[in-house]
Every structure is written in structure tokens, then in C-alpha cells.
């Protein structure tokens, strides 16, 4: 993305991260919201479909329905009489699918007499209006350019939150040991707690301190998101570098925390978790009451 391209996209930011901060979701709105996705969700499908997908020559998905010989009226008919769930399951038989491999752009899509090359950003949806761009965090090969809407969060922070309150972490203090811009997880993470009402009060960033260094745009990025967010009175914690082989720290900040406050949620990948299980357990620390919570790269048995 050039220059100016940057300067619009941050520039959307900040007109819409003080509106963003503003709003703390609550429990009953989040079970509310869910409630209404799920009986609305066949209606929004056919919506992104029909201008999404049917709408956008260049739709991957497109030429892969086309291909199987399905237009928007077959789709939408199908929907209405047979559900979305069996929807799904006779497009999937009929070769409308992407594997994970073909979504990445490392394979070609083959289906038939049909060979598609593409890009792991020809799958982005063109009406999205970014407000900052971040990047998937390449577990099993090269990150993929991610452009996010800071108003797609707010739905995940609905579901965040029900999935917070059975485990009674809504109002848990919270630590992060997750990755700087353009990583999406780190800014993601913070944007959502602070809808949540909940702060995280630290971000540990799993790099060295001459890591830290990123691109100067990434960097300018995020001083300006935790700037603008004290401005509009949500204090929005400062990156501190904490490299993986130093995960006692974060064990020392998680046993301390949890025996003042009962409690506390630490947010990290599977992988940080297994290294802060370890830390805890060499340096004899008590783990009681510290939830974890893994995402962004598979569980495996190793």
C-alpha cells in the first residue's frame, strides 16, 4: 500500500476509534446481538453473496459457482428450502469450495476443466473500507496482508463476551503476549477488551527490545492508536518487548495478579502458553486462578 494509502487509511481510523471506545458492550446486548446474527444469518448470507460474490467480477468464489453451473437465484432458492447448513453442504459436493492451501495462494484452484491462479488477497472482501492493515501470523508459511474494519470487531466482541462470562473472566485483569502490527492479534486483542470494559493492563510483545524496531508505518501506527485511545479516555497499555525464553516474567506478573484479585486471564498463542507452563512450574510459582487462552495457531500434541 503506498504512502498515501496509509495516510487514508489511518486517517478512517481515527475517526472511528473514539466512537468504537466510547461503547461498552454488555452481557445482555451480547446475548441479544448473538441472538439476532443467528436468526438473521441466512438473510446475510444471500447479502454478502449477492454483492460480495455476484456482485464482484473477480470473486474467486464466483467463478467456482459458475463453474458448477449455480447462479444467485439457484443459491437463494436453495436457502430458502432447504436451509443454510444443507446450503452449504450441496455447494461443498458440488466443488464450490476453497481449501486452505487454495485461500493462501499457494495452489492453484482446480476443479474439473477448471484452473484458477490466485492470491490469498483476491478472497478479500472488496467493499471492506479498511482502518488499519495487520497481517496473519504465518504459522505454516508467509503472513497474509490482512485490511480490518474496526466495526467488524464489535460482533467478536459479542461472542467474546459470552464466552468470557461462564468462566467468569469478564472483569478478569488481563495480560497479552502477542505481536506488534502488522500482526493482526496484539491491536486486535486490545481494541476488543477495551469495548469489553476490560482493559488489558499489560502487552507483552514476544520479540527482543532491537525487534521492536519495526517499519517506521507500523510503528507510527501504533502510537497513534494507543494516543488517540488516551485521548478519548481508555488507556490503551504500551508494547513492552518479552521474548519468548523470558516467559518467567510474564509467570511471575500472572502468579502475583492472580493471588491479589482471585484471578486473572492471560491471552498468548498455544505455543507461549506451553512456555509460561514451564516457566511457572521451574520457578516453583502457583498458577492458581490464571486462565489461558490460545488462538491463532493449531493446538498440536507436541
Not at 9 to 26: C, D, I, Q, S, V
Not at 104 to 122: F, N, Q, S, T, Y
Request: charged fraction near 20%; glycine fraction near 10%.
Amino acid at each position: 500500500m503506498s504512502l498515501l494509502g496509509d495516510l487514508r487509511m489511518y486517517a478512517r481510523f481515527a475517526w472511528a476509534l473514539p466512537g468504537f471506545l466510547r461503547k461498552t458492550t454488555t452481557l445482555d446486548e451480547a446475548r441479544a446481538m448473538v441472538r439476532r446474527r443467528l436468526d438473521g444469518r441466512e438473510d446475510a448470507f444471500l447479502r454478502l453473496l449477492e454483492r460480495g460474490v455476484f456482485g464482484y467480477p473477480q470473486s474467486p468464489y464466483l467463478a467456482l459457482l459458475r463453474h458448477a453451473g449455480c447462479g444467485l437465484a439457484d443459491v437463494r432458492e436453495m436457502v430458502h428450502r432447504r436451509g443454510l447448513e444443507a446450503t452449504l453442504v450441496a455447494l461443498r459436493e458440488a466443488g464450490v469450495y476453497v481449501t486452505f492451501e487454495e485461500f493462501k495462494g499457494r495452489r492453484p484452484i482446480v476443479r474439473g476443466g477448471l484452473e484458477l491462479r490466485v492470491r490469498a488477497e483476491d478472497f478479500n472482501n472488496p467493499y471492506l473500507r479498511g482502518h488499519y492493515e495487520a497481517r496473519s501470523g504465518g504459522t505454516t508459511g508467509p503472513g497474509t496482508r490482512v485490511p480490518i474494519e474496526i466495526d467488524h470487531l464489535a460482533p467478536r466482541v459479542h461472542q467474546r463476551v459470552l464466552v468470557y462470562e461462564p468462566h467468569g473472566l469478564l472483569d478478569a485483569p488481563t495480560a497479552l503476549w502477542r505481536g506488534l502490527l502488522p500482526e493482526v492479534t496484539g491491536l486486535s486483542n486490545l481494541l476488543q477488551g477495551a469495548r469489553m470494559g476490560n482493559v488489558p493492563r499489560r502487552w507483552f510483545v514476544p520479540v527482543t527490545p532491537a525487534q521492536m524496531r519495526q517499519p517506521l508505518r507500523y510503528r507510527l501506527a501504533t502510537r497513534h492508536i494507543i494516543l488517540l485511545s488516551r485521548l478519548v479516555g481508555v488507556a490503551l497499555p504500551s508494547p513492552e518487548p518479552l521474548p519468548l525464553d523470558q516467559a518467567a516474567v510474564l509467570a511471575h506478573w500472572a502468579a502475583a495478579t492472580a493471588a491479589a484479585c482471585g484471578r486473572c486471564l492471560i491471552r498468548c498463542s498455544p505455543s507461549a502458553a506451553v512456555r509460561l507452563a514451564l516457566a511457572a512450574r521451574e520457578a516453583g510459582l502457583d498458577l492458581t486462578g490464571v486462565t489461558i487462552m490460545g488462538g491463532g495457531e493449531p493446538g498440536t500434541p507436541g
